[in-house]
């Protein structure tokens, strides 16, 4: 697929050999220089993934990633010379879906854009029959519209907490390893361990439970994982949505 790639790496070498990289595979590339730029960028052309540099003067890219995350869920691929553990995290709990640290291999890095682009084509073109209304208690996610509502309430999920969302909900009930979670998280660099998930679970709690600290939708199976279960008496409920 031909996509519109915005990339905000202050260094310019670098950001010319991800821009060509990016051509050699049929995207647009946008190639801006600091943050501002490219919160400014994103919203003129509303790019479908943007690689973002975590170390950019102006607005950093953690800030970048915080505040486009109010209005946008196109993937974010952030790159970072810091491979410390918090540093990543930091960085998936403002809502980048993936994360490289560098050096890295160009190879690699387009390895990445392909599979973050695949995902939301998936989700953009889902077909009828995987359109699903999902229902736990007075969960609602709409995997068509791509929204989740608890009560009458919206929640606001990056794509890789509406994709544990989805996972979850479609599947009741069922405990969830941290590794099963992992996988559909997309991050696959190997110093993001299974804390990640950890992390998508506190922010969901944060949004969908009553009471964070005493959870009662998205419950810990101790020693084994999560999983996602309705109020005490109510029965989940599934039901199809056609376009």
Known sequence: ????????????????????????????????????????????????????????????????????????????????????????????????????????????????????????????RATAGDNQVLRVGDLVVDTFRHEATIGELRVDCTPGEFEILTAMAAQPDRVFTRQQLLERTRGFDHYITERTVDVHMMNLRKKIEPDPRRPVYLVTVFGVGYKLTGSEGTRPARSDRAR
């Open 1 to 124: 697929m031909c996509a519109r790639v915005l990339v905000a790496e202050d260094d310019e070498k670098q950001a010319e050999l991800i821009r060509r990289y990016l051509l050699r595979e049929g995207h647009q590339a946008v190639v801006v220089h600091d943050g501002r730029a490219a919160i400014d960028e994103v919203r003129l052309i509303q790019p479908d993934l943007l690689i973002l540099d975590v170390m950019m003067p102006e607005t950093d890219g953690l800030e970048v990633c915080r505040v486009l995350r109010r209005d946008y869920g196109f993937p974010v691929l952030m790159l970072t010379a810091r491979s410390a553990e918090d540093d990543l995290l930091l960085g998936l709990d403002l809502g980048a879906d993936d994360y490289m640290t560098k050096p890295y291999s160009p190879r690699e890095l387009m390895a990445r854009v392909r599979a973050l682009l695949r995902r939301a084509q998936r989700a953009q």
